[in-house]
């Protein structure tokens, strides 16, 4: 890249991140005075109506606290008794998460109890797909790859729009914020093909053992958003939050057996709580 081509993309990269505070420095602005561009009262809700939501979007999502793949003692592969296992008696590796991009979807029956202030039911279900993690360690290289994640819950929500407003695009756009408490069901997480220098590794003469065991835990956080009436009976939104749950339930001792290796025996730690981080878009529809 020649001089001026490079100082024209180091004034486009400064144009775009310039464009991107001033966007994020006026939508800060319209939350903190909504309202105050006009008298007329315009509520965002009619009191005692019903209304069916949906969302979906996306999220990064982390352990607060690593869960750890441990190993103790075994028997090597002549039947004795081997005191340190494959690697040494210890902790093998780490994960602060799992999994990559997690996808958020959801479904929510809300009732207006005021012109502002509606309870509701929702639905949500996340997904992850599986991931292949390869990782040197001091006597290999680990290649293995973890089986889809997935979880489904129920929520109470419950969410406040604010009667203040601003336009966009010639529409009434009403800020809001939110919370939701519930529980989350989690099914377990397989890990499978699993290989070590390029030889396969066996969980108790399988290719394939549980990492995760199923669970179920309290789930719940907080949201904000914007949500613009287009039509009577229809709106749509954009939402932000940090939703948070108790950890996985990791696998108890399994046997690993690594071909001219010792058998090792192995536990996977529970995770730290997982918080995530979702960006949802959606429309609700109001009924009669």
């Not at 006026?26 to 009619?46: C, E, N, Y």
């Not at 039509?231 to 954009?238: Q, W, Y």
């Amino acid at each position: 890249m020649c001089l001026k081509e490079g100082n024209l993309f180091m004034r486009n990269k400064f144009k775009i991140k310039h464009y991107i505070t001033a966007l994020i420095g006026w939508l800060i602005a319209s939350l903190a005075f909504a309202g105050s561009m006009g008298d007329m009262v315009h509520h965002p809700l009619k009191q005692g109506q019903w209304n069916l939501s949906i969302n979906g979007g996306a999220s990064d999502t982390r352990f607060t606290q690593s869960s750890t793949v441990l190993r103790f003692s075994g028997t090597n592969i002549h039947g004795g008794f081997n005191p340190s296992g494959v690697l040494g008696a210890g902790n093998d590796y780490y994960f602060d998460k799992l999994f990559g991009t997690h996808y958020f979807y959801g479904l929510g029956l809300n009732f207006a109890y005021t012109n502002n202030l509606e309870w509701g039911l929702e639905f949500e279900g996340t997904y992850a797909d599986s991931q292949r993690y390869r990782r040197q360690t001091r006597i290999g290289f680990f290649d293995q790859t973890y089986d889809k994640y997935e979880s489904y819950s129920a929520y109470l929500t419950s969410t406040y729009y604010f009667d203040g407003y601003f336009f966009l695009f010639k529409r009434f756009i009403h800020p809001f914020l939110g919370a939701k408490l519930g529980i989350s069901y989690r099914p377990e997480v397989i890990v499978s093909n699993d290989f070590l220098n390029g030889v396969l590794v066996t969980f108790n003469g399988k290719s394939s053992v549980i990492f995760y065991k199923s669970s179920s835990s309290l789930s719940g956080g907080l949201y904000t958003g914007l949500m613009m009436p287009i039509e009577d009976k229809f709106a749509a939104f954009i939402k932000v939050g940090i939703m948070a749950s108790d950890g996985l339930l990791g696998h108890n001792l399994f046997d690993k057996t690594v071909p001219i290796r010792p058998i090792q025996k192995a536990s996977v730690s529970n995770s730290g709580a997982i918080i995530s981080f979702p960006v949802m878009i959606g429309a609700t529809f109001f009924l009669a």
